[in-house]
């Protein structure tokens, strides 16, 4: 495969000339595309900084040069062409960009919905879009193929514009495994880079893997509705695609005088997929899911990779996942206690440890010889995936090794180390530079190669005062809510986070489960924000939108087509008075 | 709407349940490391009920290899044994509960369909399912794990060994011929069920769909069959073109039972639908194993002994719902009166610890015998589903599943001490005691250090609380409705 700027270089050369006359002066020589684009050149050269290369040793002080997309050098002596804008690198580190191996990013709010509607939430929609399907006409058995799109491709549905290709980028991941998440074969993921004017630009790799989740998308009332459902409609799937093949193979030799098979778009798209010997990702998270999953696969014998796997810590899994070979890929999203939970509350021990141990995951498999990767797992803010990255080294894993599963360790697993993943010649480049440390919480990123485009970043300083009154701040955080309910006053709580455009994200919880925010937004002292909520009637959303006064806020909730009022407080903001009367 | 349809659990049982609970703690025991898995272990001085063989006072047992080899009253010690002193205790057979739902991650019930044959119980196991340690601390060592009774045909059922600590397939039962869960009456026919608003009912909704599902089911398994025979028949004739069926995970299970190579578990109340089944199971040329709760089975006993059926029915418990209430407590003793195979069950994991007691009350009501009681919590079971060669009753060469009890195990006041699997102690309630304080310790250590961690959560990184911050500070202060209790993420990936 070319690289992006490579490419269409003989297509936009008019164009370039027409820019590097207009544009004199600025670069010497300018490459179409990335010129074309108002991007800054197509050549590189970061000199003086300390390269971590992740595929060999680090140069502490070398030189990458970057041309036309593409890695030309690296090395201690690397030699820069006379045409290359060179970045003084001294105190700066070079590292490969960043992958989150399994995320939406990219992919828009609803997939199947009008195109151009910008936010995230897109599983949240899907899904109440499959809700209302399965009321629609529960279905009846395998032969109804319940949540089951293996030919739904995330390239096809992605959104260059999506906010989080922004900042993604911007924490340093350079590339994602863009995958749809909705049904029990939800589609085909692909290895996007996370910039590009058009979808097109941005795919490295499609289709990547085949997913499969244990989701049941008929409820009690539609098949399946239980996981030995779930599980028992898989291994139909996978029986139904090898008649399939054995079928297909018996008719082309010859059609003549044999049954013709039916045609079924499932088995076809899953044997190809089988064919190409593309990663299968599967969930599992405790050791029994886990060991079951590796059982699983004995059936199927799919190049099988499990996600999730927070309980790969106890004991004898990680050694059961290196016998059969299989690579997995760790969310990051540990598990925490609720924002609101009772602390008067017993809690079980198991619950207890698993908080405890589940970060000291990626060092057991790594002890083990297991191949793994990170992923963000639904992770509002990309910066706690580093952080997150960080807690496992602290619970035992080795920084090169955590480093090396954020970028080529994933790039491995997800079919695509021939040509990003690691600093090296003739590779992507994608590239993340930062004045440090990368798992240091005072390290800032710099620039952001992605394709060879030049990105600057611009973090604000070290952290910055959670104060509760500064306007742009101050939804984020943990609020407890109490909705007027007809048959009384009902607690929730929610944690948010205030993007600087006014965007709300974060997550819920109520008495009817927890959710995550899919749309909101603080304007003025106006908020608002929806999540999709099971309320007994099958997903359906709920609004919170009110008015903030200081550390309160009041306003309606709208559920089910009634309003109830409500009011909320801040409960952390006395602290935070206090820390600032200290300073 | 789960228990519903897995179990019937009235008030009082829902008051033992808490009691019992509030008891063991809500502390996770965790699997005590297996004492001398395969060496050798000897059992003295112990009024043996061995439930086939008669009682051995002042007995001994010998077990080697997780079997056992010897049985008497000169059971001499090898060298290099391990001794367990039951000086004034009683040894029986590990009981078997022949009608569970533990241990099943998820729904006990694939409920949108009403033949759901092709979900197994053994693809879910939760070994880490605290029910299978409890029901060990009260002496059952193997149990009939079964599919919900929501489907006239349900799923495939797992027998399993309460092996605390091992993995899902380390708790199957090897060599437990297979098995699925039938279900008649009130559940299939969903007339304790309110669809959603605007929700086609399921079919079937009365007694005589269920029955039409059923043969439906077995007509298609028969025509199943027949493709499958037509072309191995064409293969075998050498014809390169004939294209091989859909092999449907949903029919092979009932061409087995149609070849009489998987066990029928039927739940059921009525006698005249269980009579029906039976009927239908003839014309069919199969035997049904197993009708379970089987409430009316007293007034058709004579016709399960023709059939050859056995019978798992609750000792005594009825009247939760319209088809529960023409049941006696004399069912257990009248059907064995008949020649029935009987069983008592728990189809609860609260009850399942004291199979024991549930079994006495045989006793009193239709005046078994203390072997006829015992009988129906372990070789009964053990022959109702096919694992009485290897688990039951005290004799050698049967597995070493054993159970010590400080008092007769039919008295109400009998716990059980030790309970053994294969010659490896599982439960110990002296070593169970000693690793509760551990456990608490664990517990709190972990707590103190998640409380000490709070505060680097909630303000920003490298800040200490201040000097003259009150002590309490640390912990959040109280939040709006504490009652509010949020739902605990169970670790799951959907």
Same mark, same amino acid.
């Given at each position: 495969m070319l690289p992006?700027?490579?490419?269409?270089?003989?297509?936009?050369v008019i164009a370039a000339v027409l820019i590097a006359v207009l544009a004199v002066g600025t670069v010497s020589v300018p490459d179409a595309r990335a010129q074309a684009k108002g991007a800054a050149p197509p050549y590189f050269a970061i000199k003086g900084a300390r390269i971590v290369t992740v595929s060999g040793a680090?140069?502490?002080? @070398?030189?990458?040069? &970057?041309? !036309?997309?593409?890695?030309?050098?690296? #090395?201690?002596?690397?030699?820069?062409? /006379?045409?290359?804008?060179?970045?003084?690198?001294?105190?700066?580190?070079?590292?490969p960009g960043l992958i989150d191996a399994m995320s939406d990013v990219g992919l828009p709010a609803a997939p199947a919905g009008p195109a151009g509607a910008p936010g995230g939430g897109g599983p949240a929609v899907a899904l109440q879009?499959?809700?209302?399907?399965?009321?629609?006409?529960?279905?009846?058995?395998?032969?109804?193929?319940?949540?089951?799109?293996?030919?739904?491709?995330?390239?096809?549905?992605?959104?260059?514009?999506?906010?989080?290709?922004?900042?993604?980028r911007n924490a340093g991941f350079t590339t994602v495994l863009a995958a749809p998440k909705t049904g029990i074969f939800p @589609?085909?993921?692909? &290895?996007? !880079?996370?910039?590009?004017?058009?979808? #097109?630009?941005?795919?490295?790799?499609? /289709?990547?893997?085949?997913?499969?989740?244990?989701?049941q998308p008929g409820g009690f009332f539609g098949f399946p509705g239980s996981l030995f459902g779930v599980i028992a409609y898989i291994k139909q799937v996978f029986l139904d695609a090898a008649q399939a093949r054995a079928a297909d193979e018996i008719y082309t030799a010859n059609p003549k005088g044999t049954e013709r098979p039916d045609y079924d778009r499932t088995t076809r798209v899953l044997n190809a997929a089988l064919r190409a010997n593309r990663p299968v990702l599967f969930p599992a998270t405790t050791a029994a899911q886990i060991l079951r999953a590796l059982e699983l696969n004995e059936q199927l014998k799919t190049n099988m990779v499990i996600y999730h796997a927070q309980r790969a810590y106890e004991s004898g899994v990680a050694a059961a996942i290196a016998a059969k070979k299989i690579p997995v890929l760790v969310s990051v999203k540990w598990p925490e206690k609720e924002a609101n939970a009772d602390p008067e509350a017993e809690e079980l021990l198991s619950t207890l440890r698993f908080r405890d141990k589940a970060p000291s995951t990626p060092a057991a498999l790594d002890r083990?010889?297991?191949?793994?990767?990170f992923y963000s797992d639904g992770i509002a803010n990309p910066k706690d995936i580093i952080k997150n990255t960080k807690k496992a080294i602290d619970a035992g894993l080795k920084a090169d090794a955590a480093l090396r599963a954020l970028t080529l360790g994933a790039a491995e697993i997800l079919g695509v180390a021939d040509r990003t993943g690691s600093i090296e010649t003739g590779k992507i480049a994608n590239l993340v530079v930062t004045t440090g440390d990368i798992f240091s919480d005072r390290t800032q990123v710099k620039y952001v190669f992605v394709d060879g485009r030049k990105f600057d970043v611009k973090e604000p300083p070290p952290p910055p005062l959670p104060a509760g009154g500064l306007g742009a701040v101050r939804m984020t955080g943990r609020w407890s809510f109490t909705v007027i309910a007809p048959d009384g006053p009902q607690p929730a709580s929610a944690d948010l986070t205030q993007a600087a455009d006014g965007t709300l994200s974060g997550s819920v919880s109520t008495q009817y489960g927890n959710?995550?925010?899919?749309?909101?937004?603080?304007?003025?002292?106006?908020?608002?924000?929806?999540?999709?909520?099971?309320?007994g009637q099958g997903p359906s959303d709920i609004i919170f939108s009110g008015t903030i006064e200081g550390n309160t806020v009041k306003g309606s909730v709208s559920a089910l087509g009634q309003d109830f009022e409500f009011t909320g407080t801040k409960p952390g903001s006395g602290q935070s008075e206090a820390e600032e009367v200290r300073q | 709407m789960k228990t519903k349809f897995a179990t019937e659990i009235p008030m009082r049982k829902i008051v033992h349940l808490i009691v019992a609970l509030a008891l063991i703690a809500s502390m996770f025991p965790g699997p005590i490391a297996a004492q001398q898995g395969s060496g050798v272990t000897v059992i003295q001085n112990g009024t043996i009920l061995t439930v086939t063989k008669g009682t051995i006072q002042k007995g001994s047992i010998l077990i080697r290899d997780g079997k056992i080899a010897e049985v008497g009253t000169n059971v001499k010690v090898p060298a290099g044994a391990t001794v367990i002193d039951a000086t004034g205790m009683y040894v029986t057979p590990g009981l078997i509960d022949c009608h569970s739902h533990i241990a099943i991650e998820g729904s006990v019930n694939e409920g949108s369909i009403a033949v759901s044959s092709?979900?197994?119980v053994a693809d879910v196991i939760d070994p880490d399912n605290v029910d299978i340690y409890?029901?060990?601390?009260?002496?059952?060592?193997?149990?009939?794990?079964?599919?919900?009774?929501?489907?006239?045909?349900?799923?495939?059922?797992?027998v399993i060994k309460h092996r605390w600590g091992k993995d899902a397939k380390g708790l199957l039962f090897e060599g437990a011929p297979p098995g699925i869960k039938f279900a008649l009456g009130e559940n299939p026919k969903r007339s304790n069920f309110t669809p959603q608003p605007g929700q086609q009912r399921r079919y079937p909704n009365t007694r005589m769909g269920v029955m039409d599902v059923i043969r439906q089911a077995f007509i298609d398994a028969r025509e199943y069959k027949k493709s499958w025979d037509a072309y191995n028949k064409r293969v075998a004739a050498g014809e390169k073109n004939a294209i091989p069926p859909r092999k449907d995970l949903k029919l092979e299970p009932l061409v087995e039972i149609l070849e009489g190579k998987r066990y029928v578990h039927s739940h059921g109340y009525r006698g005249d639908e269980m009579r029906q089944l039976l009927l239908l199971a003839e014309e069919f040329g199969f035997r049904v194993r197993t009708l379970q709760h089987v409430l009316e089975g007293y007034k058709i006993a004579k016709e399960m002994a023709k059939h050859g059926v056995g019978g798992s029915t609750f000792s005594d418990w009825w009247s939760y719902k319209n088809e529960a209430y023409d049941a006696i407590p004399y069912n257990a003793a009248i059907m064995t009166k008949y020649g029935v195979v009987v069983s008592i069950n728990s189809d609860s994991a609260e009850e399942a610890r004291h199979l024991n007691q549930e079994a006495a009350k045989t006793m009193k009501y239709g005046g078994m015998t203390e072997t006829e009681a015992l009988k129906m919590v372990t070789i009964n079971p053990a022959i109702q589903l096919g694992i009485e060669k290897h688990v039951g009753s005290i004799e050698v060469g049967k597995d070493a599943d054993l159970v010590i009890w400080n008092k007769h195990p039919l008295s109400i006041y009998a716990v059980a001490q030790t309970s053994i699997i294969d010659g490896t102690v599982y439960f110990d309630r002296k070593k169970d005691m000693e690793r509760r304080a551990e456990l608490e310790k664990e517990k709190k250590a972990l707590m103190d250090k998640e409380k000490a961690a709070a505060p680097a959560r909630q303000g920003p990184p490298g800040k200490a609380p201040g000097a003259g911050g009150a002590p309490d500070e640390r912990q959040r202060p109280p939040q709006v409705g504490q009652a509010f209790q949020p739902v605990q993420s169970s670790g799951e990936v959907q």
């Open positions: 992006r700027s490579a490419r269409s270089s003989f297509s936009g680090v140069i502490e002080n @070398g030189t990458v040069v &970057v041309a !036309n997309g593409l890695i030309t050098a690296v #090395g201690a002596n690397a030699t820069i062409p /006379p045409e290359a804008w060179v970045i003084d690198g001294k105190g700066l580190t070079v590292y879009q499959a809700a209302q399907q399965a009321a629609a006409r529960p279905s009846q058995g395998p032969e109804d193929r319940p949540g089951t799109t293996p030919w739904r491709n995330a390239a096809d549905e992605l959104q260059p514009t999506e906010r989080r290709v922004e900042t993604w @589609g085909q993921g692909a &290895v996007i !880079n996370l910039a590009g004017e058009r979808p #097109g630009d941005m795919v490295v790799k499609t /289709p990547a893997t085949l997913h499969i989740t244990l989701q083990a010889g297991v191949r793994f990767a959710s995550t925010i899919t749309k909101g937004s603080v304007t003025g002292n106006r908020f608002t924000f929806t999540f999709l909520l099971d309320l | 092709m979900v197994a409890r029901e060990l601390a009260g002496g059952t060592t193997a149990s009939n794990v079964l599919h919900g009774s929501a489907n006239p045909i349900g799923g495939l059922n797992a």
